[in-house]
């Protein structure tokens, strides 16, 4: 985790008006903060997660994004952030449009559900896996779009958005040869 934070930072400027889309508990809100600086902001649907937030002084907004951001300016952002909740998120292709609306730049990072171990499992196991990545069984999972990097090319591609930079963690190291298949976990800066 620490080393996606390392990433995520590395990709904001510091003094960054930022929003974290799905802040959890505020942890990576917090590292921002005082790793660069950030005016941040998320926004939280889980009370347990807010009230985490509000004991480490991060600021947080009960919202939940999937019903919409219009209460969010265009530009109002440098950066909007989605940390590993994109596959679980009603629409991903209209959230993406919709963080580059209100932000300049905006990163996603999530799990990669083309990755190897995946693909053996469903075809020697035939049943859903279960992973540190993907640790829920298929019954009860928040994720409902599981994404592979392929997928998220080919989102970027058809709405016309940039990425700029891209990370795929896998086989303890960061990979690029054969992303969608040995990385299992994606992390993109992307702009309009």
Not at 48 to 57: A, H, N, R, V
Not at 127 to 152: A, E, G, L, R
Request: hydrophobic fraction near 40%; include cysteine; charged fraction near 20%.
């Amino acid at each position: 985790m620490m080393e996606e934070y390392e990433i995520i930072a590395s990709w904001i400027k510091p003094n960054s008006r930022v929003l974290d889309l799905g802040c959890g508990n505020g942890e990576l809100l917090d590292y921002l903060t005082r790793t660069k600086q950030v005016k941040g902001y998320g926004l939280e649907i889980s009370g347990e997660c807010i009230d985490s937030c509000i004991s480490k002084g991060v600021s947080v907004i009960e919202q939940n994004f999937d019903k919409g951001l219009d209460n969010f300016s265009d530009a109002s952002f440098d950066m909007v952030l989605l940390a590993s909740t994109l596959q679980a998120t009603a629409r991903p292709d209209i959230l993406v449009k919709e963080m580059l609306r209100i932000g300049s730049q905006a990163i996603v990072t999530f799990p990669n559900f083309s990755h190897w171990s995946h693909r053996l499992h469903l075809l020697f196991r035939g049943k859903m896996p279960v992973s540190d990545f993907i640790p829920y069984q298929w019954y009860d999972t928040p994720n409902i779009h599981h994404c592979t990097i392929k997928d998220f090319n080919n989102l970027c591609n058809t709405e016309g958005i940039t990425i700029v930079d891209r990370k795929v963690e896998g086989l303890g190291s960061m990979v690029s040869m054969s992303a969608n298949l040995w990385g299992h976990q994606a992390m993109y800066l992307i702009r309009k």
